[in-house]
């Protein structure tokens, strides 16, 4: 009964390649977001997306493309992975504003080679 | 940017009250500062928010300064569990878009 899963845990690829994350969260919450946490552990937000609409788009390169089947599920797809996108990435959910409580998910470690 | 600022690690006894400090002197009336806590290498977990008034829940107290300038994160009985960095966070509104995470205050609470 995981509030906010995600798929995979752990992440491990080659350069140039293209990689998809998926979100899931069963709260019926209508908003979504994408989190990144470098290694010196700094978590900034992504993306948001409220109701399928992207609201937030925080200057991350046009490689990382989020899809909302959904209003449960925010996936994030990365293409022609570098070395700077290893992170962990967090996926987290609340209902209506930010401003409310967020539940995230366990996080997926990218690790690029 | 972040807009507050917390000390970069204290200690706590196990059992004893930990009291974590917030400084926010730019906040603006309509700002509500949120507490978050990030167990080692889980996602952040929401303990509490407040305006203006000391708020109280299950897991922690929120003490704001009457000026609102600073807060505190107070929780009452440490475990070893409570062994996490928190987060101190000034939002732009209550309906803001997006919360933004600060370096935080590594709490290690100690046997």
């Known amino acids: 009964d995981t509030a906010v899963s995600q798929t995979p845990k752990y992440l491990v690829t080659q350069m140039g390649n293209d990689k998809s994350i998926k979100c899931e969260q069963n709260l019926g919450h209508d908003t979504m977001y994408w989190y990144k946490q470098d290694s010196k552990k700094f978590l900034k937000i992504m993306f948001s997306?409220?109701?399928?609409?992207?609201?937030i788009n925080e200057t991350v390169p046009n490689r990382f493309s989020p899809k909302s089947p959904d209003k449960a599920h925010l996936n994030l797809h990365i293409n022609s992975l570098e070395l700077g996108d290893s992170a962990v990435y967090f996926c987290?959910?609340?209902?209506?504003?930010?401003?409310?409580?967020?539940?995230f998910g366990p996080g997926t470690r990218l690790t690029v080679l | 940017d972040a807009k507050t600022t917390q000390p970069t690690s204290m200690d706590c006894a196990e059992g004893r009250a930990a009291n974590l400090p917030c400084n926010h002197s730019?906040?603006?009336?309509?700002?509500?500062v949120y507490w978050y806590r990030q167990i080692h290498s889980q996602g952040p977990q929401y303990i509490i928010h407040g305006l203006k008034n000391n708020e109280t829940n299950e897991m922690a107290s929120l003490i704001i300064t009457e000026d609102r300038k600073s807060s505190t994160l107070i929780l009452p009985h440490a475990t070893l569990r409570d062994t996490a960095v928190y987060y101190c966070?000034?939002?732009?509104?209550?309906?803001?878009?997006?919360?933004?995470f600060g370096t935080g205050t590594r709490l290690q609470v100690f046997p």
């Open positions: 966070i000034v939002s732009v509104t209550y309906n803001t878009d997006k919360l933004i």
């Open positions: 997306y409220n109701n399928k609409e992207l609201i």
């Open positions: 987290a959910s609340s209902q209506g504003r930010a401003g409310n409580e967020q539940f």
């Open positions: 730019t906040i603006s009336g309509n700002e509500y």
